[in-house]
């Protein structure tokens, strides 16, 4: 017969390895599952904020394009409108007159005038009621003729109005998408922050604050000259601004965006240019050579053309540059320099 022998049982040194190799997997499993993600550095921290700023600021330059054509089509319909209004008046008062006309038209001549003459006593009374209306009919044909005039007017400029109001609807949507596209950049950028630690916060406060100490009246610009009168005038006119905080949309005097901030500064210059750093680019003479900028130069940054400063000389630029700073100068190499423009 076979024999069935029990397993051996096991020793009490292997139970206690077994058991405590099992208990230290646990424990390992568990420190992997609750181990925190890790901190981003700084400079990783910094490279996805400055993007995502960068992407804000280009959100903020359409929203302000959207803005001034919104401006500008408010304007537009609303004058539109009036002459809808004063052209409809003037429509109803020509139907009112060639009412009356037709009216003393019929009355005049009501009877045919074989007839007319016949029946009256005195041809010369005829003759002279006959002319009568031959004027009438003229003014009639007058008449007729402006009232199709003006009414072709009107449905000319109903239908410019017409698609003043519809390109207004579609400005506005626009401008809302922009902002909201804005935000939603910040906010994103705001998150980034938010994962670093209070130290690393404050190691990057102070990075920006040594950037920012870059605004003092003593950054060596060199003995660059003025572009233009107007250039240095304008240049001057942005210093004045130097501290002033960054913010999106805003043309001063309290606060600016970029685009903002080198349009205020020309129009203290007498000035006029358009608002957003896009349209800017296509303000003046391009320069592509850094060398043969001139202070006051407009310095256009980025493959899209979203940010814009002015020319300070020495390699320097003066700007608005992001949210959390202040106009201040920089050196230009900071960013990704694509031409100057001279006004």
């Known amino acids: 017969m076979a024999s ?6 096991a020793t009490r040194t292997r139970v206690t390895v077994l058991t405590a190799t099992a208990a230290a997997a646990v424990a390992l499993s568990a420190q992997a599952a609750n181990a925190a993600p890790a901190k981003p550095t ?10 995502l700023y960068s992407q804000a600021e280009q959100a903020t330059e359409k929203y302000d394009a959207a803005n001034e054509k919104l401006h500008t089509l408010q304007k537009d319909a609303s004058s539109l409108q009036d002459q809808v209004a004063r052209q409809q008046q003037h429509l109803n008062q020509l139907r009112d007159g060639l009412g009356a006309i037709a ?3 019929y ?3 009501g009877i045919d005038p074989t007839i007319q003459l016949f029946l009256s006593a005195n041809p010369d009374t005829y003759l002279q009621q006959a002319t009568a209306l031959d004027q009438l009919g003229a003014l009639q044909a007058g008449a007729m003729e402006q009232l199709q005039d003006a009414k072709r007017e009107l449905d000319q400029s109903r239908a410019e109005a017409t698609a003043k109001l519809a390109d ?28 670093l630690t209070a130290q690393q916060r404050a190691d990057m406060q102070l990075q920006d604050q040594i950037a920012a100490n870059r605004a003092s009246s003593r950054v060596n610009l060199g003995d660059a000259k003025a572009a233009t009168g107007r250039a240095g005038a304008a240049f001057a006119a942005a210093q ?3 501290g002033k905080p960054y913010v999106y949309g805003a043309t001063g005097p309290g606060s600016f965006d970029c685009s903002g901030l080198t349009s205020y500064a020309y129009a203290q210059a007498g000035v006029s240019i358009p608002r957003t750093s896009e349209e800017q680019a296509n303000a003046g003479t391009r320069i592509y050579s850094e060398s043969q900028l001139g202070v006051g130069d407009l310095v256009i940054f980025y493959g899209d ?3 814009v400063g002015l020319y300070a000389g020495n390699g320097m630029v003066l700007h608005a540059p992001k949210p959390g700073a202040v ?17």
């Open 4 to 9: 069935h022998r029990r397993p051996k049982p």
């Open 240 to 242: 004045n601004e130097l």
């Open 305 to 307: 053309f979203h940010h």
């Open 327 to 343: 106009v201040r100068y920089e050196s230009i190499a900071d960013m990704p320099f694509e031409f100057g423009v001279r006004i």
């Open 42 to 51: 700084i400079k990783d921290a910094k490279t996805k904020v400055d993007a």
């Open 107 to 109: 009355r005049s001549g």
């Open 168 to 195: 207004l609807q579609s400005t506005r949507a626009e401008l809302a998408k922009r902002k909201s596209e804005a935000k939603d950049k910040l906010a994103q950028a705001q998150q980034v922050l938010n994962t």
């Open 103 to 105: 009216a003393s038209q």
